[in-house]
């Protein structure tokens, strides 16, 4: 389960469905809002509107004001530090089954602000970012394809830091699979000559970048001893 056990509700709930059939073979309207309650306080602000049946489905997602706090006893199952900050997103989704899957999602804009990442395990101080924006984004399962368009950072404060066996500290904060230690050693590559039929690796592309005002700091310790310590500013 959970930890903590997660207490969530979702309250002003509206929905309404046009051109609904059984079996479901034509596509029916759906549009659906609601707030988001954790531990009885407003979290966020859920829109949902679009088609589909059960060969497909083309939906428009608005979320507003996302309290990433609140999410934490479900992010705890693969993410050890609590993180925190305000998110607002517009996205679609495009999905279909049968003999052409396909299943997209199209980000027109993320945005988090007041981002903190904080691994109560480690000696480095907290992540912080203060806003945190991404826009004209897609993500294509099909494809194992991730195009971000613009990625705006401002204000990161943050230091990285290499432990004596070589691990970044960002790899330790994933849980490690059953059967692994936290910092181990990652699990063997794939064989380059993969047998065929299996499915491509992933691509990511990124068309612009830009970071303000940020201080970013390097420790590692896994230099040679008096190695210096690194901060851009």
């Known amino acids: 389960g959970t ?3 997660a207490e969530m509700a979702l309250e002003d709930l509206s929905v309404g469905v046009q051109n609904l059939r059984l079996p479901a073979d034509a596509d029916a309207s759906v549009r659906a809002a609601a707030q988001w309650l954790a531990g009885g306080r407003a979290a966020g602000r859920l829109q949902l509107e679009g088609t589909g049946s ?5 939906l428009a997602l608005n979320l507003s004001d996302i309290e990433l706090a609140a999410a934490a006893p479900y ?4 993410f050890t530090p609590a993180v925190a900050g ?17 299943l997209a999602v ?16 480690a000696r480095a101080r907290p992540w912080r970012v203060a806003l945190l924006a991404l826009t004209e984004s897609a993500v294509d399962m099909t494809s194992r394809t991730v195009n971000l368009g613009q990625l705006r950072v401002r204000q990161p404060q943050l230091v990285l830091r290499r432990d004596a066996q070589g691990v970044f500290e960002p790899q330790q904060w994933l849980r490690p699979a059953a059967g692994t230690e936290r910092g181990g050693a990652a699990p063997a590559p ?16 990124l068309n612009d970048a830009r970071i303000d ?21």
């Open 190 to 205: 794939a064989s380059a000559h993969a047998p065929a039929g299996s499915e491509p690796p992933w691509r990511l592309s």
């Open 54 to 58: 059960a060969e497909r489905a083309a």
């Open 106 to 121: 199209k980000l027109a804009s993320l945005q988090v602000d007041g981002l903190s990442v904080t691994d109560p395990q």
């Open 75 to 78: 992010l705890r199952a693969w």
């Open 86 to 102: 305000r998110l607002q997103a517009q996205a679609a989704v495009d999905w279909a089954a049968g003999e052409s899957p396909r």
């Open 3 to 5: 930890q903590p056990a």
């Open 213 to 233: 005002a940020g201080q970013i700091g390097w420790i590692d310790e896994a230099a040679a001893p008096g190695a210096p310590t690194v901060n851009l500013r």
